[in-house]
């Protein structure tokens, strides 16, 4: 309702009919003399309120003063009394208490509402009054209330009232009701210094004004006015402010206003929530029925975060895509949005829709491609099926844009290609100078890109910079097909997905710990924005670093990739002592193709190759201290025992750098990079997997090495301790078994295959028999299962290490009590129930084809 209104009819009040008022049969009890009263019986004093106003034709209580008026309104209907007399003043009297000078009784409430009054002349000698309602009559004027100096509230809405508050100021007026009258101005109000609540809803103010003084003011509504701007709130305590229904088209000089918390501004015209910014306590906004059209407008609010009730019905900006999810996506605080309640899933879905946590994004990524794939039709590839036992074998390397990755990758296909190849990326980027298509990427058009997905041809895909990113499984299987494992580079989002997929991949992070030369690199290869550089270098960065450190386990090994040169020596001498291969470069200091050492290796290993060309081609699964093999990596590994009857030259050497790291460890010598990886937190482990990774088979390995064992056992030979050892163990696990009981069994069993069974790699179990180049068959899985083990003869063997470690003559370096500490970790000794060891212990570089580029002879 706007514009200027005329003058009014009062509409009658709501009120029930059973609220009209009952004759007091003996009002002649009640001495009324102006307020005061004397009684005979209090009880009488249930006083009603009286309705004025009565449809024609029903019964209405008049007072029997003679000086009542009746009025008829023809057009309503209605009859209304129009002048005020001692009676109904009586009747609409309620409340007794106190004066407040606190000498007398009076009557505290007068309640006069819809009498159609215009004269209240007859209330001046009413001075007691604390509340008056005088609402629903025709006044238009309230000097008679000058007397009312104890008045608090005052209802005087729904009259014909000009001007406000125009009586001398109560003392202490509170609360007053202004409401649907025909004031066209605020006068200063600087007198009602206690007036906390103020409605002038329903009238034709255009301008808020008069205000300055009244500290105590937290309710200001004036709905319905016509107001054009906001202002005269400067530094008010207003906490409920009702603006609606003017004709704002801004919000503006609210910002000293900061105790708001609920602001009504429905209803007007308002574009922009600019002036909202720094409405620190809002609590509820309503904006209904206004021009905000663009969601761009939220950021003005959204840090509002004690915002929880938000209104934004009937404005243009609802029909904007994804307008809901939007606004809650920017303001999680809320809990209602245009009048619905905000549930929890919105919440997740808008953030799931915006800003997806990586690993949704990931997991979302997986669907997707994995979806798509299966709505092709399935295609049967040239290499070994990936399967979840024989995964293709991957390196991955990961860091952020510009770590070097790419071009370590690239080298290392390089240096090894009898075992690694370069997996290429599509991409929707533009190819840098000099980047060639099919061998830094294939480029391809965006539209390309999608048919891709849609022919679900990626493993995983990421989006970068606008650009979009992707590994195909063919390009993985190009390189598969060759017998060799994929070496690839891609951001840690890649990764998530890949860790989706029955992929087994090893991650390896390469990490710029200085940022200024990671920003000089991007800086030098002039294809980056500042803007770019700056958030790689940082954020980037920052975000690899805080996944590696709260994460342990989520990268398999990080490089310090300052110095690239640096960063590939180590990432090589990681392959290297994987492979085997001791030395890459020859007398003149070049570097050579890194082949297997020994002339005694080179025939082998083409012996090896004429072996393994007659087989399908498969993929070696080495294992290492501390990884968990499970039956299946058992079942390949016996299979493949099957089909070779003898150890290919990289599993030998394998062999022989285990050794010499146990004896290492005992003898104290600084771990190479590669024992660092794999020392780490011991897990429960599988049978196998204890064999490899328990110090029982480090024990195992290191009495083969005679040097050591005369250090450790003085007079002692290989086949006398191995003997012994072995006496010591199956004497007491067969006494054991023979009166375990079934509980005992059980544990034993798992154990007792670790000491005997064979690993994959089968490492140490062959040199078990402590016979050189004697190889032992691989033993069954189901063989494995029915041995059975002794825990004691673990702890036997511990203490008897302890023992003879205590005895050596030999100092014991610190690395050595780190073997005796591994038993107690590896039996449960001192191992706190809560302290989960790293998921990370499986071998950094991933299965190694055994035959390398196979070629039939
Ligand atoms: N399939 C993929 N999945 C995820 N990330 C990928 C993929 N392919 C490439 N990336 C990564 O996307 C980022 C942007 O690649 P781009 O080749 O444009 O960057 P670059 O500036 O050459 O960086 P870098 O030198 O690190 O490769 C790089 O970090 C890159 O490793």
Redesign the pocket.
């Known amino acids: 309702m706007k514009g200027k209104k005329g003058k009014k009819t009062p509409t009658p009040p709501p009120q029930p009919e059973e609220n009209l008022a009952e004759v007091q049969e003996e009002p002649s009890e009640i001495k009324i003399d102006g307020q005061m009263m004397t009684l005979s019986d209090s009880n009488i004093l249930n006083t009603n309120q009286i309705t004025g106003y009565k449809n024609k034709g029903d019964s209405l209580f008049i007072p029997d003063d003679a000086s009542s008026i009746l009025l008829e309104d023809e057009e309503e209907g209605m009859i209304k009394v129009a002048v005020l007399t001692q009676e109904i003043v009586v009747d609409g009297l309620s409340n007794v208490g106190c004066s407040a000078c606190g000498t007398k009784q009076v009557f505290l409430n007068l309640s006069l509402p819809g009498f159609g009054l215009q004269d209240i002349s007859l209330l001046q000698k009413y001075i007691y009054l604390q509340k008056l309602n005088l609402s629903y009559n025709s006044l238009s004027e309230l000097s008679a209330l000058s007397c009312m100096r104890y008045l608090i509230e005052l209802d005087v809405s729904h009259n014909e009232l000009t001007s406000l508050l125009d009586f001398q100021p109560p003392f202490g007026l509170q609360e007053a009701n202004f409401s649907h009258n025909l004031i066209e101005s605020m006068p200063d109000l600087s007198a009602y210094n206690h007036l906390v609540k103020i409605n002038l809803d329903y009238n034709n103010i255009v301008a808020i004004s008069g205000l300055k003084d009244c500290k105590s003011l937290l309710h200001l509504t004036l709905s319905h006015n016509n107001i054009e701007e906001i202002g005269g709130l400067d530094k008010l305590k207003i906490r409920h402010l009702n603006l609606s229904y003017n004709q704002l088209t801004q919000i503006e000089n609210l910002d000293t206003v900061l105790e708001l918390q609920e602001l009504d501004l429905s209803g007007n015209s308002i574009f922009g929530l600019n002036g909202l910014t720094s409405s620190s306590r809002l609590y509820s906004l309503n904006l209904e029925g206004n021009q905000v059209s663009s969601l761009s407008e939220i950021q003005h609010i959204d840090s509002t975060t004690t915002l929880r009730i938000l209104n934004f019905l009937k404005n243009p900006i609802v029909n904007e895509e994804e307008y809901r999810k939007s606004v809650i996506f920017a303001m999680q605080q809320l809990s209602e949005l245009d009048h619905q309640v905000v549930t929890v899933e919105e919440k997740v879905a808008a953030v799931n829709l915006f800003d997806p946590p990586a690993e949704v994004q990931a997991a979302l990524d997986h669907i997707t491609h994995t979806v798509y794939r299966f709505l092709q039709p399935s295609k049967i590839y040239e290499s070994t099926l990936p399967s979840i036992e024989m995964p293709y074998p991957m390196l991955v390397l990961t860091?952020?844009?510009?770590?070097?990755?790419?071009?370590l990758a690239r080298r290392l296909a390089q240096e090894f290609p009898d075992y690694f190849g370069f997996g290429i990326?599509?991409?929707t980027?533009v190819p840098?100078p000099g980047e060639q298509d099919g061998k830094?990427?294939h480029f391809v058009t965006p539209d390309h890109f999608q048919i891709l997905v849609r022919q679900g041809c990626f493993v995983?895909?990421?989006k970068?910079?606008g650009?979009l990113?992707?590994?195909t499984l063919d390009a993985v299987e190009s390189v598969a097909k060759e017998g060799l494992a994929c070496v690839?580079?891609?951001?840690i989002?890649?990764i998530r997905t890949l860790k989706n997929t029955y992929f087994e991949p090893r991650f390896v992070l390469l990490l710029p710990v200085s940022s200024e030369a990671h920003r000089e690199r991007m800086v030098e290869?002039g294809?980056?924005t500042e803007a770019q550089v700056n958030y790689v270098t940082q954020q980037r960065k920052a975000m690899y670093q805080e996944v590696n450190q709260e994460h342990p386990g989520f990268f398999d090994m990080v490089i310090n990739s300052d110095k690239l040169g640096e960063a590939y020596d180590r990432l090589r001498q990681l392959v290297m002592d994987y492979l085997g291969t001791t030395d890459l470069t020859n007398v003149e200091g070049e570097s050579v193709q890194p082949r297997l050492s020994t002339t005694e290796n080179k025939d082998e290993s083409s012996t090896h190759h004429t072996t393994m060309s007659a087989h399908r081609r498969t993929w070696s699964r080495p294992s290492f201290q501390g990884e968990s093999a499970t039956t299946n990596d058992l079942n390949s590994a016996n299979n493949k025992a099957k089909l070779e009857s003898r150890k290919t030259p990289v599993e030998e050497a394998s062999i022989r750098r285990r050794q010499h790291a146990a004896i290492e460890a005992v003898e104290g010598f600084s771990p190479s990079v590669y024992d660092d990886l794999f020392r780490r937190p011991m897990v429960p482990m599988t049978a196998p997997g204890m064999l490899e990774g328990s110090p029982m088979a480090q024990a195992a390995s290191m009495y083969q090495d005679p040097a050591l064992l005369a250090a450790l056992y003085p007079g002692m030979t290989n086949e006398n301790f191995e003997v012994g050892m072995a006496q010591q163990i199956n004497g007491k696990s067969n006494t054991k078994s023979n009166s375990s009981t079934p509980d005992s069994s059980n544990q034993s069993q798992v154990a007792s295959s670790g000491l005997s069974g064979l690993s994959s790699a089968r490492g140490f179990s062959d040199q078990e028999s402590g016979k050189e180049g004697k190889c032992k068959e691989a033993i069954e899985p189901s063989a494995l299962s029915e041995q059975v083990l002794d825990l004691t003869a673990l702890s036997d063997a511990l203490e008897s290490l302890r023992g003879s470690l205590k005895d050596s003559s030999r100092t014991i370096t610190p690395l050595a009590p780190r073997l005796v500490q591994g038993f107690d970790e590896w039996l449960g000794i001192g191992r706190d129930e809560g302290d989960r060891g790293g998921a990370n212990t499986k071998p950094v570089v991933p299965s190694i084809p055994t035959g390398g580029r196979l070629t039939v002879e």
């Open positions: 860091g952020p844009q510009a770590c070097g990755k790419r071009e990326s599509h991409t980027r840098y830094d990427y995983q895909t990421f970068h910079d650009c990113y992707g590994l690839v580079h891609m951001e989002n890649g290869r294809v980056y």
